[in-house]
C-alpha cells in the first residue's frame, strides 16, 4: 500500500478531442457541408474518440494493475 497515484484521466473532465469535434462539426453545418438529419460523420468520430480513451484507460489499468483514477485535473 502506498500513496502513489496512477491516472490516465479519462473523462475526468473535459475531453478536448471531443470538444474540437463537435466545434468542427458545427462548422461544417454552417457551411452547408454536414447535416443535422445524418450526424454519421459526428457519431463515427466520437465512437472513434471513445475507443481511443478506452484502450488508452485498458492499458494503464493493465500496467498499474487496475489503479487508475479519472480525475478532472
Not at 474540437?20 to 454552417?30: D, N, R, T
Request: proline share 4%.
Amino acid at each position: 500500500m502506498s500513496d502513489k497515484k496512477h491516472t490516465l484521466g479519462i473523462f475526468g473532465g473535459p475531453n478536448l478531442l471531443i470538444m474540437l469535434a463537435s466545434v468542427a462539426y458545427i462548422a461544417f453545418m454552417s457551411a452547408g457541408m454536414a447535416s443535422i438529419e445524418q450526424p454519421w460523420l459526428y457519431v463515427a468520430t466520437f465512437l472513434l474518440i471513445l475507443a481511443f480513451c478506452t484502450g488508452a484507460k485498458a492499458c494503464a489499468a493493465l500496467k498499474t494493475r487496475g489503479h487508475t483514477i479519472a480525475t478532472p485535473n
